[in-house]
Every structure is written in C-alpha cells, then in structure tokens.
C-alpha cells in the first residue's frame, strides 16, 4: 500500500523506485528488501547458552563476493546499553558487516540474533542507522527530506522537528538538501536516525567531516543517547573522538575480528597513558596489517 504523505512529490511504496532525481530511496532505520531472511547456525547447548543473551550476536558470520571473501568467521556479541566501537582500515569489512546487521547485505553463511532469536525484518525497525554517506533528496528542503523518511518509520512530524532542534537543523529546515555542508547533511541523517528513540543506533563513520564544534555536540548527543538506554554501534577511523564514548573495542582486520574487549580492559592491560590508536597501530602491524600510516587511511 502506497504511503501518503503531505508533500504531493512523496507518495510511492518504500520498497519501489522513487523519485528520478533522488540520490537514493534507502531510509536509514528502514529494513531493507533482505531484512526478513532469518540466518541459522547451530544453536549452542544449553549449558553453553547464556542465562540473559546479548542485544546482538553474530555468529561465524561470512559475506562471500565470489573468491573474495568480505567477512570471515565473524563471531562477535554485544550487550544492550554498550557504546562498540568498530575499528579496522578501509576493506576489512566494517560496513559489509553493518549491512549485514540492516538487512541490505545478504550473509553467506553465519547467524545473527537479537535478544537470543534470529534477527528479522521486525527486529530492525527498532534500529537507527547513519550511513557514511548521507542519501537524500537534493532538490528538497531539510524538512521534506526528514518528513519522509520519519514517516516510513511511522515517525510523527512533531517527532522530527524534536530532532532537528537538537542537532541544530530548525533554523534551516527550508533550505534545500543541495545546499548543505557535509556537516549538515551528517546532522540531518542522524536527526532521522534519531527519530523514535530507537534501541540500537549503527552510525558508519558518523565523525567525517565534522570541525571541532560539531564533533562536541555530536558527542554530547551520544552520550545523551547513551544515557537514555540505546545501544550504540559505531565505525570510525576518528580514534580520538571515540575513544572518550566507548565502552567496547572490536577490531576487524581483513574480514576477521582481531579483538573485541571492553575499553577498560583494553587500557588496564596496556601502559597506563597509551591511547586506543597506538592499541590500534600495534595489534594491525601484530596482524600483518599495511603500514601504520596507511591503516587509517
């Protein structure tokens, strides 16, 4: 059934090609067209089985692109009310693995589970999400945009307006989308992510772009987040602006997860003083992972 909206230029199915000059119809929070495919692995046994599971697994999960493979073996949990910081050079499968997770790539092989049962379509939608590249209509406003994509997520107009309050957009909700800053258009793709007050929020190198005051109310929005209860999964080559909000570590190096701990694990086993880059530098060169200059590259 056709969505109607209050702007004549958005009425079409979400699941149907949009609008010619759209930039892309992906609605960042929305299950996309694989999201109800329900992946199995063998179950642990019972007493392998946790008494409370984790908000997400992923188990020996594999994305395969003909002879490359994108994801290798991935076992990796998270738990509800963590801050993970994903970490690993460009290619070593962050974002493959996040599209996994939205239902907008299709595993080979592997499980993934919400709250200890296989993750479907349903699950998803109480997921925010920021991609790294912000897709959105260029010849419409700020508000248009927002209005669209908050009402696939059965979102309220007074809901979105919450939010571009709190990123900074109100003052220019009118301005069309093609004449924003890279910066604005992150700010404007999180308002939509944030729309709802979603469980889970997956924000793929969400600190690109952003000068220094952003960042700051990028982070206090965070931690807001944070604080409210949300699980937050973060990609990012920004060490820096990670390290003070993390609570987890996972390093992906070519397909395969090299570390995953908690952050003050991470910082008790090393020398007091060293920050989550250098940790970062080491266990890539440990790994036989380019130069450190190039790993973040």
């Known amino acids: 059934m056709s969505l109607s909206l209050p702007i004549r230029f958005l009425k079409f199915h979400p699941r149907t090609r949009g609008p010619e000059n759209a930039i892309s119809l992906s609605a960042p929070g929305v299950p996309g067209p694989e999201a109800d495919w329900p992946l199995h692995a063998d179950r642990p046994s019972q007493s392998q089985?946790?008494?409370?599971?984790p908000l997400l697994r992923f188990e020996r999960l594999e994305k395969r692109y003909g002879p490359v493979r994108a994801l290798a073996q991935v076992d990796l949990s998270i738990e509800r009310g963590s801050i993970l910081a994903l970490l690993g050079p460009n290619g070593a499968g962050k974002s493959t693995l996040?599209?996994?997770?939205?239902?907008?790539?299709?595993?080979?092989?592997?499980?993934?589970?919400f709250l200890g049962e296989p993750l479907t379509g349903n699950a998803r939608s109480r997921f925010g999400y920021l991609p790294e590249r912000v897709a959105l209509y260029p010849q419409r406003s700020v508000r248009e945009n927002g209005l669209f994509?908050?009402?696939?997520?059965?979102?309220?107009?007074?809901?979105?307006?919450?939010?571009?309050?709190r990123v900074g957009l109100a003052a220019v909700q009118d301005r069309l989308v093609r004449q924003l800053s890279k910066g604005?258009?992150?700010?404007?793709?999180?308002?939509?992510?944030?729309?709802?007050?979603?469980?889970?929020?997956?924000?793929?190198?969400?600190?690109?772009?952003?000068?220094?005051?952003?960042?700051?109310?990028?982070?206090?929005?965070?931690?807001?987040?944070?604080?409210?209860?949300?699980t937050l999964l973060i990609s990012t080559h920004t060490m820096s602006a990670i390290e003070p909000l993390a609570t987890h570590v996972a390093i992906l190096l070519e397909g395969r997860?090299?570390?995953?701990?908690?952050?003050?694990?991470?910082?008790?086993?090393?020398?007091?003083?060293?920050?989550?880059?250098?940790?970062?530098h080491r266990i890539a060169r440990q790994n036989g992972v380019g130069n450190p200059e190039e790993i973040l590259a």
């Open 49 to 53: 089985a946790s008494a409370t599971p």
């Open 257 to 280: 997860i090299a570390l995953t701990t908690g952050i003050e694990d991470l910082r008790a086993s090393n020398a007091p003083g060293i920050s989550l880059e250098q940790i970062y």
């Open 98 to 113: 996040f599209g996994c997770l939205l239902g907008l790539v299709r595993p080979s092989a592997g499980a993934m589970e």
């Open 184 to 230: 604005m258009l992150q700010r404007l793709g999180l308002a939509i992510a944030l729309c709802g007050a979603p469980e889970v929020l997956v924000l793929d190198e969400p600190f690109n772009g952003l000068d220094p005051a952003l960042l700051d109310g990028l982070q206090r929005i965070l931690r807001e987040e944070h604080e409210r209860g949300a």
């Open 149 to 165: 994509f908050a009402r696939l997520r059965n979102q309220s107009p007074s809901e979105l307006d919450r939010q571009l309050k």
